[in-house]
């Protein structure tokens, strides 16, 4: 980014720094103001061994089993309920923050109002979340299917594939994964269908086979839901023979009760009018 420093002074010039969510002036480009930062939620403390889901706040406050949860999940052997019902398909998940108003704001402001120098913001905050990765992994971006891709007219995860890749220094693969088929509406179905329905949209690029075989990828989504997408990809790169897979999110929705009363997955939030936590602003 030596560009920017170079002419830092004229754009600062021409374009005020401003916060990118609420338009308050700012000192220098590229943060946003200290009461936006202060809305976002980053996730810490203890959390499941599995996905790091953070151990529910009103556990600390009940007795019994829950005082148990808090000192398991302290010793890093807590387990969530999800990942208790179905192991999950991945090795980890590293979120930068918890879904909440401003970092839905966001992501709005990055997928539909083309900000894509957020994407900068974003990587920030992603990549102090990962954990140590020794050796390559791959970087891949939940692929997103053509139709959308003219429309919006880039992959609001490749972007953030991208920055991450570049970051941390590993291969970016960005079409190591590939959505050949639309994905059918899902509003109404269920976990299982939902998740039978979307496999069949997401396949490893057959032409980097060679690449993703016993190869380590590092999932990369903006938003990560009721984890439906992600999931498909997980099998489609496991069918690959991709051996072991990280997933890292800009925001994680954690409430679930509110992920499964929506039916709702953040890649199919354009095709419904559905749930106003994930809809574009009026
Ligand atoms: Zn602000
Ligand atoms: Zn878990």
Not at 60 to 67: H, I, N
Not at 81 to 94: D, I, K, L, T
Not at 107 to 119: E, S, T, W, Y
Not at 260 to 282: C, F, M, N, S, V
Request: hydrophobic letters at 45%.
């Amino acid at each position: 980014m030596r560009w920017n420093k170079a002419f830092a002074p004229l754009v600062d010039l021409v374009f005020p720094p401003r916060c990118p969510l609420c338009g308050a002036a700012l000192a220098q480009h590229g943060g946003l103001c200290l009461a936006c930062w202060q809305g976002l939620a980053i996730p810490g403390g203890p959390g499941c061994a599995l996905c790091q889901r953070p151990l529910p706040d009103r556990t600390a406050e009940q007795g019994g089993d829950a005082a148990l949860a808090l000192a398991d999940a302290a010793l890093g052997n807590w387990i969530c309920a999800p990942c208790m019902a179905e192991p999950p398909r991945h090795a980890g998940v590293a979120a930068a923050t918890l879904y909440n108003d401003i970092s839905r704001q966001i992501v709005l402001g990055f997928k539909h109002g083309r900000r894509i120098a957020l994407a900068d913001l974003m990587v920030r905050l992603m990549v102090p979340r990962l954990p140590r990765l020794d050796g390559e992994w791959l970087v891949v971006p939940v692929p997103l299917h053509r139709w959308r891709l003219w429309r919006r007219g880039f992959n609001q995860s490749a972007l953030l594939a991208r920055g991450i890749a570049r970051a941390i220094g590993q291969p970016l693969l960005v079409d190591g994964l590939l959505r050949p088929r639309a994905t059918p509406p899902l509003g109404h179905l269920g976990r299982k269908r939902r998740a039978a329905l979307l496999q069949g949209t997401i396949r490893a690029n057959p032409a980097l086979a060679s690449r993703l075989r016993g190869a380590r990828v590092l999932l990369v989504d903006d938003v990560l839901t009721s984890g439906a997408t992600t999931d498909a990809c997980l099998i489609a790169l496991r069918k690959a023979g991709v051996k072991t897979a990280r997933i890292a999110c800009f925001a994680r929705v954690i409430d679930d009760t509110h992920a499964i009363a929506t039916h709702h997955d953040h890649a199919d939030a354009e095709r419904e009018t559905g749930p106003k936590t994930l809809a574009p602003e009026a």
